[in-house]
């Protein structure tokens, strides 16, 4: 035990009091130690102040005894009263005991530190900070979180005293070297340790010598933790933060590092709590706004997080959807802005010139092309390259944004893959042959497929992504890639419009070597799922007439369809082009070019379709009626008997009657009538009219079609009016009728020139050739059917074996 001499300067008493269990007594024994170390500051007696440190430090703070440490805890603070601002020579003397009973177990003993350390602290202030500062946050942060109420109060008011001592201008304080402290406790999950850092993030940011701005990414990621905390009061309490921290960031956007903190931003953008996720997919969206391009390099993560937002329906997430619409268009008007129509026009002409001047020394005598097109094709990557660096787009990852796009085409909201798709028709605007070159790893597969989606709008804004992949851009658009309309409303996320195709010349649509792809492409989707065929293979296809040229598309399927070796499908889907030419208004024009074969091109187009038609025998009458090719029509029906006349034939029969009472065959009900032939008398084409439709009513069984094509027959006046014969056919032959009208065979001649069934035999020296029948189709119909009735035959026996029956030998 130790003897009083051990206790000096204290006097016995004074020990006594100081380690007695009554409150009262231990501060009478302060208030001596007050006076006594006044006595010893008067005369600058260092010496007895230092060894009374000691003594109360070591021998009281540190004893096993709780009264005795209770004890020195009240006698340190009496001396940091006594020394008033000289306490600032002693606060490591003075603190340090303080601090280890912050930790002690016993309840009253940390109540009672609290009190001492808040003492001293009155008076060190300051002094306090440039030392000791990291080790009284440290215990004030645990006792934050402490189970008993009274010393979480006392703790409370030692953590007010410390931000105004901190707070205060003109002290010296460290933030730099503070920061790390708060990075470690922002991840806390204890909800008043949750709430003590959040008060100092917020007494620091309120304070005007301090700038958090800097140090925002070593506190942000916590901050958003804490967001999604359960207690409500915390929640509010760290939104409140989060808002004016952005609040400051806007004022002073130049002292933020934004891209530091996009990644935490985007990984919280994609939480489950509604408010967390709001408020990350905010910051993002005023990122964007605020430091404009830096942000391109996070454009497929940003994506990657907002593009599912776009699917929310319910009202209480209308916040979140809205708020990812804005970020997306923010997007796509930075890359707008930043890529610009300069890289596309530029790159567009460099890759003209380029072929244009691999053309010409290709035709140059004794050139070779080979190795000056290598030669070129590598000059023409490093001025792409260079166009890109100054462009912007060497920040922006195209593959990662594709890969992104690419994935999302499968979601399974509309409004989500309707925004990907107008990300895709908005980057093909900017980087026209960059998006192009990432069409083979997984983005046209992907777009086809989108075709089979169940929403019309998503199939019409993929196909209008689709017309703009597979043609030719010759030029930038003068308009902006993106329209000035209201975010809220959702319009901005769909594709910007596409200048439907002009389907008075082919010329006016250009396709690239995707267009091919594609046209084989969609022929595979359709082969592959009849469904689809049936349910979207014409919206498909009007669609496409619509945005690109009717007579391009057209003359790209048939010339498929010539070589399929599936003759079932080409059949079905000749039956559904020849069904959507004759009804659909967007292939009017197409008609109407059919109808009259003004020209070489028109000749063409139709002798293209009919080698394709073929494949199904009603569509071929069809496209021979449209064409006013009565003779051939006539022809071609009277060979019907040798072919398999099944039910669906004969539907197919039903739906051409119904299709010749309808205003798109106008012109031929009127040629019935003969009072004005096309040619000036042509009666030969109009015997063959009526040959022809005489063969389709005997076809029919009697059906309402049936009766329908027999009433309209009856009402055409007889091919020759002077004979008064019943029979619509009677009448002279047709050598007599030659004879009586010498025109007539040089007029059918006319007629059938027009047609593109006749043409001049050149071979004679003056160059006076008659003209001499071709038969163009008839013979190649015939051997289409010829194949279509093997093809059946063999899929029957296909089936038989199938089925297991044994078929016996001959």
């Known amino acids: 035990m130790m003897s009083e001499k051990d206790y000096a300067p204290l006097s016995a008493a004074c020990v006594r009091a100081l380690n007695d269990k009554i409150y009262e007594k231990r501060k009478a024994a302060a208030l001596e130690i007050e006076k006594m170390v006044k006595e010893f500051a ?34 340190l603070a009496a001396i940091a009263v006594a020394l008033g601002n000289e306490s600032c020579l002693y606060t490591e003397d003075l603190v340090l005991p303080i601090l280890a009973c912050l930790e002690d177990s016993d309840l009253r003993v940390r109540y009672y530190a609290c009190e001492s350390l808040y003492n001293v602290a009155k008076i060190a202030r300051g002094s306090l900070l440039p030392h000791l500062f990291p080790r009284i946050f440290d215990a004030i942060a645990r006792l934050a979180a402490d189970p008993d109420h009274n010393v979480k109060s006392g703790a409370e008011l030692l953590d007010r005293l410390m931000k105004d001592i901190v707070t205060e201008s003109g002290t010296p304080f460290d933030l730099a070297s503070f920061i790390p402290m708060l990075r470690e406790r922002v991840y806390a999950t204890n909800a008043f340790a949750r709430q003590f850092v959040l008060s100092w993030i917020g007494a620091l940011s309120a304070c005007p010598s301090f700038n958090l701005l800097p140090f925002l990414p070593d506190i942000l990621d916590g901050l958003f933790r804490i967001l999604a905390d359960s207690t409500p009061g915390i929640k509010q309490m760290c939104d409140n933060l989060l808002g004016e921290f952005l609040r400051n960031i806007k004022h002073e956007p130049a002292s933020v590092d934004f891209p530091s903190m996009m990644n935490i931003l985007i990984t919280h953008s994609q939480a489950a709590d509604d408010l967390l996720q709001f408020t990350a997919i905010t910051w993002i969206k005023e990122f964007i706004q605020l430091s404009g391009e830096t942000m391109l390099p996070f454009t497929a993560s940003i994506l990657q997080a907002t593009l599912p937002c776009l699917a929310y329906e319910d009202d209480s997430r209308k916040n ?179 200048q439907e195709g002009d389907d008075s010349s082919v010329s006016a649509f250009v396709p690239n070597p995707y267009f091919s792809k594609f046209i084989v492409g969609l022929l595979r989707l359709f082969s592959s799922d009849r469904l689809l065929l049936e349910d979207r293979g014409s919206f498909v296809i009007r669609q496409l007439c619509a945005l690109l040229n009717s007579e391009a598309i057209y003359r790209a399927l048939s ?65 021979l009626l449209l064409t006013q090719n009565y003779d051939t029509a006539s022809e071609l029906i009277s060979t019907f008997g040798d072919l398999d006349v099944t039910v669906e034939f004969l539907t197919e029969i039903d739906r051409l009657i119904q299709l010749i009472e309808s205003p798109i065959f106008t012109y031929l009900r009127l040629e019935l009538l003969g009072t004005k032939p096309p040619g000036g008398g042509r009666h030969g084409s109009r015997e063959s009219l009526l040959r022809a439709l005489y063969g389709l009513l005997m076809l029919l069984p009697q059906s309402e079609a049936f009766h329908t094509l027999r009433r309209r027959l009856q009402c055409a006046p007889p091919l020759w009016p002077h004979c008064h014969c019943g029979s619509q056919f009677a009448g002279p032959s047709l050598k007599d009728a030659s004879l009586q009208n010498p025109r007539t065979s040089e007029n059918k001649e006319e007629s059938s020139k027009r047609k593109g069934w006749l043409k001049k035999d050149t071979s004679s020296k003056d160059g006076s050739g008659e003209y001499v029948h071709i038969d163009p189709g008839l013979k190649h119909f015939l051997s289409v059917q010829s194949r279509h009735k093997t093809d059946k035959k063999t899929r029957k026996l296909s089936a038989i074996l199938d089925r297991g029956v044994k078929i016996s030998e001959p």
């Open 320 to 498: 979140i959807r809205e708020t990812a619409k804005t970020v997306n268009y923010s997007l796509m008007k930075l890359i707008n802005v930043v890529e610009g129509c300069h890289n596309v026009a530029s790159t567009n002409e460099s890759r003209h010139s380029t072929v244009n001047m691999g053309t010409e020394n290709a035709l140059k005598p004794g050139g070779t092309s080979g190795e000056q097109d290598v030669n070129e094709v590598k000059t023409l990557e490093k001025n792409e390259k260079d166009e890109e660096k100054v462009g912007g787009s060497s920040k922006l990852d195209l593959e990662s944004v594709v890969e992104v796009l690419t994935r999302h085409l499968n979601h399974s909201s509309v409004a989500t893959k309707v925004a990907v798709l107008g990300w895709i028709h908005h980057l093909h605007c900017c980087m026209q042959y960059q998006v192009l070159d990432h069409l083979e790893k997984g983005l046209f597969p992907a777009l086809l497929r989108t075709l089979c989606d169940p929403s019309d709008e998503v199939v019409r804004q993929a196909l209008k992504v689709m017309a703009r992949l597979i043609s030719e851009n010759k030029a930038p658009s003068s308009q902006p890639l993106l329209p000035n309309v209201s975010i809220a409303d959702g319009t901005t996320l769909a594709p910007p419009p596409i």
């Open 559 to 623: 010339e498929a369809l010539i070589a399929e070796e599936d003759l079932a499908f080409a059949s079905l889907m000749v039956e559904n082009l020849n069904s959507i030419l004759l009804t659909s208004t967007e292939l009017f024009t197409l008609r109407m070019k059919l109808k009259n074969l003004a020209d070489k091109e028109a000749h063409e187009l139709f002798q293209c379709l009919y080698a394709c038609w073929c494949h199904s025998p009603i569509a071929t009458v069809a496209l």
């Open 42 to 75: 008067a005369v600058n007696n260092t010496v007895q102040i230092k060894k009374l440190l000691k003594v109360l430090g070591r021998d009281f703070a540190s004893s096993q005894n709780g009264h005795v440490r209770k004890g020195g805890l009240i006698g």
